[in-house]
């Protein structure tokens, strides 16, 4: 089946850290990847979606500046954290979705931030 | 607008059979998803549902009623692997995911 991979699983560091996260889709060729954000016992949070070759488009809220979305091929996609604070600590989950018609959204592992 | 609701938990027995409903609105429509997520740990994909009526997969079955906006995901043969949250989703008319906030399935032995 189609698999996601999202690396890494787990982050600690430093306030002020730039963190980079990486989803790829690894046997399908993803047009749109998401990136979810999930805060314990809470539900799924949608910050962007991004497409391959255009600029991501963001959720309302979540500071673009920030949270740095590259989508520069078919199968991977960026995350990147700009100057983390503790406050960004959470769950991020990328998820792809086939570019073909009614196909599900296929999740990575996640990568479980913390900023100290 | 567009809505989706679900219960916030359930519990049930070993062994026993669980229904779980969730309710949708929106004007556009491609297709109901339920996704199982156990705690810290990405979802994963149970079953998607674009035409109405039952789609069975091993011990668990999805429904869905366009008309109604209903779905439910049904398991039975109910394993203590089984507590997890159950998330459904149906994908709007720009194909993107709007979700529901969950349900807390718990096992009971």
């Known amino acids: 089946g189609a698999v996601v991979s999202q690396h890494p699983s787990w982050v600690i560091c430093k306030s002020g850290t730039s963190v980079k996260i990486e989803c790829r889709s690894l046997d399908f060729q993803a047009t749109t990847m998401f990136w979810y954000r999930q805060f314990p016992k809470q539900s799924l949070m949608l910050m962007a979606t991004?497409?391959?070759?255009?600029?991501?488009?963001?959720e309302q809220g979540v500071e673009k500046d920030k949270f740095l979305i590259n989508h520069a091929s078919l199968t991977l996609s960026t995350l990147t954290v700009t100057s983390a604070h503790p406050e960004d600590s959470s769950f991020y989950i990328c998820?792809?979705?086939?570019?073909?018609?009614?196909?599900?959204?296929?999740f990575g592992d996640g990568t479980r931030l913390s900023i100290l | 607008g567009q809505n989706i609701d679900q219960p916030t938990e359930m519990t049930a027995t070993e062994g026993a059979i669980v229904q779980i409903n969730c309710t949708y609105q929106?004007?556009?429509?491609?297709?109901l998803f339920w996704y199982q997520q156990h705690a810290g740990e990405a979802p994963t994909f149970l079953s998607y549902n674009v035409l109405d009526g039952l789609e069975e997969k091993g011990r668990f079955s999805s429904f869905l009623s366009r008309s109604k906006g209903y779905s439910y995901l049904l398991l039975k043969e109910l394993q203590m692997k089984d507590s997890a949250s159950y998330l459904c989703?149906?994908?709007?008319?720009?194909?993107?995911?709007?979700w529901g906030a969950g349900t807390k399935l718990i096992i009971k032995p």
């Open positions: 998820s792809a979705r086939d570019g073909r018609e009614n196909q599900p959204q296929h």
């Open positions: 929106t004007s556009g429509f491609n297709g």
């Open positions: 991004s497409n391959e070759g255009s600029k991501a488009t963001y």
């Open positions: 989703a149906f994908m709007d008319s720009n194909y993107q995911l709007i």
